[in-house]
């Protein structure tokens, strides 16, 4: 089993920054894959951006340039760094750990952008 909490969302306004955290823990194995998914008030859920243990990066078109997925191995974290924010980035953003058949979500953190 894995458990993942977020933290870091929160009211911001258009143009602002925020840093969304994400722990990881239980039975962590190398060679995973960490992301950040949103979900909109009346959409479906979407991929903001994925982080293999190796390092290697794969981003939404909506977040390009503006957004940056990283983690910290040793912590068993991972990080979206968001940046320019606009109001259109408002929804609750969920933390996602897979390994093959292995595939777990956090319960969310809310990050709305006024306009």
């Known amino acids: 089993q894995v458990q993942l909490v977020e933290s870091g969302g929160g009211l911001v306004q258009a143009g602002g920054s925020l840093r969304l955290s994400c722990r990881a823990s239980g039975t962590i194995f190398s060679s995973n894959v960490m992301g950040w998914y949103r979900q909109a008030s009346g959409k479906q859920r979407e991929l903001v951006a994925d982080i293999t243990s190796g390092g290697s990066t794969n981003y939404a078109d909506s977040g390009k340039g503006r957004f940056t997925i990283s983690r910290d191995n040793a912590k068993n974290t991972v990080y979206l760094q968001m940046n320019s924010l606009k109001p259109e980035d408002t929804a609750v953003y969920y933390c996602?750990?897979?390994?093959?058949?292995?595939?777990?979500w956090g319960q969310g953190t809310q990050v709305t952008v006024s306009s």
């Open positions: 996602r750990f897979t390994r093959g058949v292995y595939d777990y």
